[in-house]
C-alpha cells in the first residue's frame, strides 16, 4: 500500500470552505444578518462554479470523468466486485454529485428571491415578478432541509468509514493523502487553476451586479 496525495489543495480547500459557509449562510439567515447571508450566497457561487470548472479541468481525482461512474459500475460496487481506486468511489461520487447540484440550485434560488415586503431581495430577482420572487424564496428556504439531509448523510458516510473501515477520510481530506496500491498522485496546474479563480470570481461579479455594468 502506498501513501499518496490523492486530493489537490484546491479540491480540498473548496470542500472546507463550503463547510464553513454554508454553516454560516445557516447562521445569518437564522439571526436575521441577510446582507452577510448574501456574501455567504455569493463566496459559495464562486466556490461551486469554481468545482464544477475543476471537476473537468483539474487533477486527475478532481475530475468528474474520473470518479463519476455509470449504473453498471455502480451496480457491481453495491455487489461488491468494484476494484477501488484513488478518490471517491461510485456512491461517495453520486453523493458528490447531489450536493454541488441542490447547493447550486438553493443559490440560484437566492439570487431570484424577494422577501414579503420586497426589502431583502437577491440581485436577479429585478428579472422575475414579485409572485415568481416570492416562490423562489420560499423553495430556497424549503429546500435547505434537503441539503441538511444530504450532509447528513455525507457525513454519516464519513463516520462508517472511520468506525467500520478504519479510515480516516476527514483527515485525509486535510491533508490529501490516502493509502492505496497504485502511485497514481494527483497534479495540480497552476495555469488551469488561476483560470477557474478568475472565471468564477468574474461570474459571481457580474452576477451580484445584475449583469449591470455602469
Same mark, same amino acid.
Given at each position: 500500500?502506498?501513501? +499518496? ?9 473548496? @470542500? ?20 452577510? @447571508? /448574501? ?24 475530475? &468528474?470523468?474520473? &470518479? ?12 461488491? *466486485? ?8 461510485? +456512491?461517495?461520487?453520486?453523493? $458528490? ?9 438553493? $443559490? ?7 422577501? +414579503?415586503?420586497?426589502? /431583502? ?5 429585478? &428579472?422575475?415578478? &414579485? ?10 428556504? /424549503? ?7 444530504? $450532509? ?10 472511520? #468506525? ?10 486535510? @491533508?490529501?493523502?490516502? /493509502?492505496?496500491? *497504485?502511485?497514481?498522485?494527483? #497534479? ?18 457580474? $452576477? ?7
Amino acid at each position: 500500500m502506498n501513501r +499518496i496525495r490523492v486530493w489537490d489543495v484546491p479540491t480540498r480547500l473548496v @470542500h472546507w470552505l463550503m463547510v464553513v459557509l454554508v454553516a454560516a449562510a445557516w447562521w445569518t439567515a437564522q439571526t436575521g444578518h441577510m446582507d452577510w @447571508h /448574501e456574501y455567504c450566497g455569493y463566496a459559495l457561487l464562486g466556490l461551486v462554479s469554481f468545482r464544477v470548472y475543476w471537476g473537468l479541468v483539474g487533477s486527475s481525482t478532481a475530475r &468528474f470523468s474520473q &470518479f463519476v461512474y455509470g449504473p453498471r459500475t455502480i451496480a457491481s460496487y453495491l455487489r461488491g *466486485q468494484w476494484a477501488p481506486v484513488p478518490g471517491h468511489n461510485p +456512491i461517495g461520487a453520486l453523493s $458528490i454529485l447531489a450536493l454541488l447540484a441542490l447547493m447550486l440550485t438553493q $443559490i440560484v434560488l437566492g439570487l431570484f428571491a424577494v422577501d +414579503i415586503d420586497g426589502i /431583502e431581495s437577491g440581485p436577479l430577482s429585478t &428579472f422575475v415578478s &414579485f409572485d415568481a420572487g416570492r416562490v423562489a424564496a420560499q423553495w430556497h428556504d /424549503e429546500l435547505f432541509d434537503g441539503l441538511l439531509g444530504l $450532509i447528513a448523510l455525507h457525513v454519516a458516510a464519513v463516520l462508517f468509514y472511520v #468506525v467500520y473501515k478504519k479510515e480516516n477520510l476527514i483527515t485525509a481530506m486535510l @491533508h490529501g493523502k490516502r /493509502e492505496h496500491f *497504485q502511485l497514481l498522485p494527483a #497534479v495540480t496546474s497552476a495555469t488551469r487553476l488561476l483560470v477557474g479563480i478568475v472565471l468564477a470570481a468574474a461570474l459571481t461579479w457580474m $452576477i451580484a451586479r445584475a449583469f449591470q455594468f455602469t
